[in-house]
């Protein structure tokens, strides 16, 4: 059974590429061409939010580097821990909502120190899973499409958030 779905996750790539310029050549489109000016508008986008990457980053380096966020996770630390949130896990939240990528190398740190089968290790993992880089996706998407009026989409975003950590934490209690 394994040897059979490793063999169909390793043609369904290209049977869905050549899916695509199959039907692209069926309709008449000019599949290469197309494929070409796709590319360059890809690029074009990079190019515009490569600045809001570079910021974000750059920000969430010196909060990490300054001494913040531990700062940031000992004060919030006496309201956290009593739902069951440890204080190490505040900083993780917080970098979460600007940068994934900085945000696995604080949970490398906490699996360094805690282990992945802790209960901290636990609410970890399954926080990483169930939150979302809000910040960041908003800046990245909404300068793409050109979005200046956000509307709910700020509060939605944390509100999710808000319960991706709960759930989190009720999870990890499960386990």
């Not at 290790?121 to 926080?127: A, F, N, Q």
Request: proline letters at 2%; a neutral charge.
């Amino acid at each position: 059974m394994a040897n059979v779905l490793s063999h169909i996750s390793s043609i369904i790539i290209p049977a869905l590429i050549f899916y695509i310029v199959a039907y692209g050549l069926v309709n008449g489109s000019h599949v290469y061409e197309d494929f070409i000016k796709g590319a360059g508008d890809g690029l074009k986008t990079v190019v515009q939010i490569m600045p809001t990457l570079v910021g974000l980053m750059m920000a969430v380096g010196i909060l990490r580097a300054s001494g913040f966020l531990g700062l940031l996770g000992q004060m919030a630390g006496n309201l956290t821990e009593g739902i069951g949130l440890p204080s190490d896990l505040v900083p993780l939240i917080f970098i979460k909502l600007f940068s994934s990528s900085a945000a696995t190398g604080l949970v490398l740190d906490i699996f360094k120190t805690y282990g992945t089968d802790s209960y901290i290790g636990l609410v970890t993992s399954i926080m990483m899973s169930c939150t979302e880089t809000c910040f960041y996706t908003m800046s990245v998407y909404f300068l793409a499409a050109k979005v200046t009026k956000t509307r709910y989409t700020l509060a939605g975003a944390l509100a999710a958030t808000a319960a991706g950590v709960a759930m989190s934490i009720v999870m990890a209690g499960m386990m």
